[in-house]
């Protein structure tokens, strides 16, 4: 029976292909791929000829039919531009479909960066929460940290340069100064990863420009962690939801909870 093979690509150096991954490549009948131009590159320098066809984002639900028809007669493999299909890449909705038509999936283990990232974290791997990207609307940004305050386990998240300022403030704003590693451009010339707290990592980056690719590791709330916030803390909390045009009563109360502060006092402050 064809198989559908779930294939990690390398997420910068090109030498991150396992042997069996470029087998696969090449004995299967039809490569679908994130962007097919992309796609090219690694199959040029590992000399493939397999034919590919484009699933992306935008035509994932079309694209189904096609790749069971040629799933009929052969195997095909699924590729992303980076690292694990399916992990913030697409692949979830084919992998799903396949396996409602009675398709054999076979997942090759590779490379991926929120496993690499988290690692060499030096933060505790035994239980971790894989969260993609947190959502770009600074209040949706806000909300979804809100909801992981209490989260004891290891979380990992994937981050834009364009956007890692705003979310190192939203996350040092709601969790306190937790320990955070940063790793960027793994695998390429410039691998880096820095560890502090992120308040230092904040400082780095009013400094440094952010640049290239980079997945956070953030640290899980410590058991025995303080319930009550200082008062900056509560007054950074309180200021932001009203500046973000929260009414003053669901700003109290969401801080109160949180903060452990009576509202009383959170009604009175001078914000
Ligand atoms: N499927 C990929 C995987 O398995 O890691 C993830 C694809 S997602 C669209 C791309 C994001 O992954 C980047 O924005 C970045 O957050 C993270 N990422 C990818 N390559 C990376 C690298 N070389 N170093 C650090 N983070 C990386």
Do not use: C
């Not at 979830?92 to 038509?101: G, K, R, S, V």
Request: proline share 6%; net charge negative; no cysteine.
């Amino acid at each position: 029976m064809p198989a559908l093979y779930v294939v990690p690509t390398p997420i910068g150096n090109l030498e991150d292909m396992t042997l069996r991954a470029i087998r696969i490549l090449k004995e299967v009948q039809l490569i679908a791929a994130e962007d097919t131009r992309t796609t090219r590159v690694l199959l040029d320098h590992y000399e493939i000829t397999t034919p590919l066809i484009s699933y992306h984002e935008h035509n994932k639900l079309q694209r189904l039919e096609d790749i069971f028809q040629a799933l009929e007669s052969g195997d095909v493999a699924l590729v992303s531009d980076a690292g694990m299909p399916g992990i913030s890449d697409p692949g979830y909705e084919l992998i799903t479909a396949a396996i409602e038509h009675g398709v054999n999936i076979i997942p090759l283990p590779g490379a991926n960066a929120a496993v690499a990232a988290l690692v060499a974290s030096g933060m505790p791997t035994d239980s971790f929460v894989f969260m993609g990207f947190p959502p770009r609307k600074t209040s949706h940004l806000r909300q979804f940290v809100e909801a992981l305050v209490d989260e004891k386990r290891t979380m990992v998240f994937y981050e834009s340069p364009h956007r890692i300022r705003t979310t190192l403030s939203v996350l040092a704003e709601i969790f306190g100064d937790r320990p955070i590693a940063l790793a960027r451009e793994l695998t390429k010339m410039y691998e880096e990863i820095l560890r502090g707290n992120l308040t230092d990592l904040i400082v780095h980056f009013a400094e440094t420009q952010p640049r290239g690719e980079m997945t956070l590791v953030v640290r899980g709330k410590p058991e025995d962690e303080i319930l009550l916030w200082d008062e900056t803390r509560v007054r950074a909390a309180l200021a932001a939801r009203l500046a973000d045009g929260e009414k003053r009563s669901r700003a109290v109360k969401a801080v109160s909870d949180e903060s452990g502060w009576d509202r009383r006092t959170l009604y009175d402050m001078d914000i």
